[in-house]
């Protein structure tokens, strides 16, 4: 097969690498590798298998049907799914207690859109979709979530409700132009401490090990998972999993039926070097969550890794105060030369991956007194269909004088002086303020083309403003591949016997960023839906 070499230029994202070159290496099946030169035929330490744990440190032995390793929401939403089918079912925790972080968890058609009056089109939404995800993702992923969620949600509403809790559907961006606008499907929950949407996932992990462990569920917890044991010198059956406590060393878990990793992201900063490699200053900066102990264990016993690589970052990017959830700020947004660098009508995601081409990852948001009431309506983060909708013009700017106050924002009385407590150049930033403010007389943008009811000039003392120096990295989204059961497949396609993945760690369902515009994709799809499927189908199976 004939290859072909593109020499580019690294932007500012990889500041810190050896050589101010990358390399693009393309085939007959796409885009091989970009981001570090040897990313590819490096060899690192994550891909060798550490030696077999010796039988004679093995202390004890625990048999059930099923093992969950991870109790996230992934992990107990199959764990409980698979008890209540009758299966006798072990869950191994490295975590004190359940983890639960956010709170969005989207699906399609529950029984409260319906009375919300709120409905989907996936046919619609996913082609979008896939159009930002490059057409490189697994759609039929895609589409036994939308057909399943929905009785997925009401089984977890149903569990959430009896334990007292309100469900509600977050609000999202909407976009007059329908290019930004996120689909309403957003499920969480109100109850205890949380009073608004997005935040309530520990309430949910909280509720889903009380019922897993009603159902007859064991749940261990500081228990790590070390190693899974395959038959057949590793290409039989996975037929269980030795893990390690601080008091009681090594025991293996058997699981007659499957082994189920629910072990959530990857930060490890050699797999984050050759399946993210751009997000690798963020990993380092102290992005991502987990190690990625669940992808090297599958890997070690033959799993082949997703085919979309690199793998689809969390990100959250932007700076300055927006007007709607998920919503990069949409007044002048400049690098940290001053210069304005693309149209501010932004989901965060975008705003991120924009962020990430400037200088040293910096960027400044500008505007003056009278944006608050010139940006309305204020939609809260945190708001729900049915809740508060608005939050009033004085609450804004009283947000924006206790930030000043604490230090998170600055406030002049003139652009000069403005640019000098951002630390920006003065001239340059004046000509940048003017130059806008011009678009925002005529109504048009001449640089990058944003509407003309987001063109607010800075204009009106006092001023404002404020810098991010880097997005935030929430996670990095896959690994193992999977079919449609989530079994976990070799690099010949071949569902490896025994072997199932739910949550973060399922490959293929991201490709470039996660966008947003399905906010809770994750946990709805790759957490819930899948959980719950993959645990009422190992309970069924012989």
Same mark, same amino acid.
């Given at each position: 097969?004939?290859?072909?070499?593109?020499?580019?230029?690294?932007?500012?994202?990889?500041?810190?690498?050896?050589?101010?070159?990358?390399?693009?290496?393309?085939?007959?099946?796409?885009?091989?590798?970009?981001?570090?030169?040897?990313?590819?035929?490096? *060899?690192? =330490?994550?891909?060798?298998?550490?030696?077999?744990?010796?039988?004679?440190?093995?202390?004890?032995?625990?048999? !059930?049907?099923?093992?969950?390793?991870?109790?996230?929401?992934? %992990?107990? +939403? #199959?764990?409980?799914?698979?008890?209540?089918?009758?299966?006798?079912?072990?869950?191994?925790?490295? =975590?004190?207690?359940?983890?639960?972080?956010?709170?969005?968890?989207?699906?399609?058609?529950?029984?409260?859109?319906?009375?919300?009056?709120?409905?989907?089109?996936?046919?619609?939404?996913?082609?979008?979709?896939?159009?930002?995800?490059?057409?490189?993702?697994?759609?039929?992923?895609?589409?036994?979530?939308?057909?399943?969620?929905?009785?997925?949600?009401?089984?977890?509403?149903?569990?959430?409700?009896?334990?007292?809790?309100?469900?509600?559907?977050?609000?999202?961006?909407?976009?007059?132009?329908?290019?930004?606008?996120?689909?309403?499907?957003?499920?969480?929950?109100?109850?205890?401490?949380?009073?608004?949407?997005?935040?309530?996932?520990?309430?949910?992990?909280?509720?889903?090990?009380?019922? !897993?462990?009603?159902?007859?569920?064991?749940?261990?917890?500081?228990?790590?998972?070390?190693?899974?044991?395959?038959?057949?010198?590793?290409?039989?059956?996975?037929?269980? +999993?030795?893990?390690?406590?601080?008091?009681?060393?090594?025991?293996?878990?058997?699981?007659?039926?499957?082994?189920?990793?629910?072990?959530?992201? &990857?930060?490890?900063?050699?797999?984050?070097?050759?399946?993210?490699?751009?997000?690798?200053?963020?990993?380092?900066?102290?992005?991502?969550?987990?190690?990625?102990?669940?992808?090297?264990?599958?890997?070690?016993?033959?799993?082949?890794?997703?085919?979309?690589?690199?793998?689809?970052?969390?990100?959250?990017?932007?700076?300055?105060?927006?007007?709607?959830?998920?919503?990069? &700020?949409?007044?002048?947004?400049?690098?940290?030369?001053?210069?304005?660098?693309?149209?501010?009508?932004?989901?965060? =995601? &975008?705003?991120?991956?924009?962020?990430?081409?400037?200088? $040293?990852?910096?960027?400044?948001? +500008?505007?003056?007194?009278?944006?608050?009431?010139?940006?309305?309506?204020?939609? @809260?983060?945190? =708001?729900?269909?049915?809740?508060?909708?608005?939050?009033?013009?004085?609450?804004?700017?009283?947000?924006?004088?206790?930030?000043?106050?604490?230090?998170?924002?600055?406030? *002049?009385?003139?652009?000069?002086?403005?640019?000098?407590?951002?630390?920006?150049?003065?001239?340059?930033?004046?000509?940048?303020?003017?130059?806008? /403010?011009?678009?925002?007389?005529?109504?048009?943008? $001449?640089?990058?083309?944003?509407?003309? %009811?987001?063109?607010?000039?800075? $204009?009106? !003392?006092?001023?404002?403003?404020?810098?991010?120096?880097?997005?935030?990295?929430?996670?990095?989204?896959?690994?193992?591949?999977? /079919?449609?059961?989530?079994?976990?497949?070799?690099? /010949?396609?071949?569902?490896? @016997?025994?072997?199932?993945?739910?949550?973060?760690?399922?490959?293929?369902?991201?490709?470039?960023?996660?966008? &947003?515009?399905?906010?809770?994709?994750?946990?709805?799809?790759? #957490?819930?839906?899948?959980?719950?499927? +993959?645990?009422?189908?190992? !309970?069924?199976?012989?």
């Amino acid at each position: 097969m004939n290859k072909k070499t593109i020499r580019i230029t690294r932007r500012s994202f990889m500041k810190g690498a050896a050589s101010g070159v990358g390399i693009l290496t393309t085939t007959g099946s796409g885009w091989a590798h970009y981001g570090l030169d040897s990313a590819q035929s490096k *060899a690192y =330490s994550f891909e060798t298998p550490p030696p077999p744990i010796p039988a004679g440190e093995i202390k004890q032995k625990i048999a !059930a049907e099923v093992i969950v390793i991870g109790a996230g929401t992934s %992990g107990l +939403v #199959c764990a409980n799914a698979a008890a209540e089918k009758g299966a006798k079912v072990v869950v191994l925790a490295s =975590s004190s207690g359940p983890v639960g972080r956010g709170g969005s968890n989207h699906a399609f058609n529950s029984k409260l859109m319906r009375k919300l009056g709120l409905t989907s089109n996936p046919a619609a939404e996913f082609r979008k979709e896939m159009m930002c995800h490059s057409f490189r993702v697994d759609q039929d992923k895609w589409w036994l979530w939308a057909r399943k969620s929905g009785e997925a949600m009401d089984w977890l509403m149903d569990k959430m409700e009896a334990a007292g809790y309100q469900s509600v559907i977050e609000m999202g961006n909407t976009d007059p132009e329908g290019i930004m606008t996120m689909h309403p499907g957003s499920h969480s929950w109100l109850g205890k401490d949380i009073t608004t949407a997005g935040r309530s996932q520990q309430l949910v992990v909280n509720t889903l090990a009380e019922s !897993a462990q009603a159902h007859g569920v064991q749940i261990y917890y500081n228990t790590t998972a070390m190693q899974l044991v395959r038959e057949g010198k590793n290409i039989g059956r996975v037929r269980a +999993v030795i893990a390690k406590t601080p008091d009681d060393g090594y025991c293996i878990y058997e699981g007659r039926k499957a082994i189920v990793l629910a072990t959530g992201d &990857f930060k490890d900063e050699e797999m984050v070097e050759k399946y993210c490699p751009w997000m690798l200053p963020l990993v380092k900066a102290g992005g991502g969550i987990y190690r990625g102990d669940g992808h090297k264990m599958g890997l070690w016993v033959g799993a082949a890794w997703q085919r979309t690589q690199p793998n689809a970052p969390i990100l959250l990017g932007g700076v300055g105060p927006g007007t709607q959830p998920y919503r990069a &700020f949409t007044g002048l947004v400049v690098n940290k030369n001053a210069e304005r660098y693309g149209n501010e009508d932004n989901l965060r =995601s &975008f705003a991120g991956v924009a962020q990430m081409r400037q200088p $040293e990852s910096t960027i400044f948001a +500008v505007w003056d007194s009278a944006y608050a009431e010139r940006a309305t309506p204020w939609t @809260p983060i945190g =708001s729900y269909y049915g809740g508060p909708a608005e939050v009033p013009v004085q609450a804004v700017v009283a947000g924006w004088e206790e930030n000043v106050k604490v230090g998170a924002m600055v406030k *002049a009385d003139t652009p000069d002086e403005l640019a000098k407590r951002l630390g920006l150049p003065v001239a340059p930033l004046k000509a940048t303020v003017e130059r806008y /403010n011009g678009f925002c007389k005529t109504g048009t943008d $001449e640089d990058f083309g944003k509407r003309p %009811g987001l063109l607010i000039p800075v $204009e009106r !003392a006092p001023f404002y403003g404020e810098i991010s120096r880097s997005p935030w990295l929430l996670n990095i989204s896959g690994g193992l591949r999977t /079919n449609i059961k989530m079994q976990v497949l070799d690099k /010949n396609e071949q569902a490896i @016997p025994g072997l199932y993945a739910v949550g973060t760690i399922v490959g293929d369902l991201y490709s470039n960023i996660y966008t &947003f515009l399905e906010p809770g994709h994750n946990l709805g799809a790759a #957490c819930v839906t899948f959980g719950y499927l +993959v645990g009422k189908d190992i !309970a069924k199976s012989q």
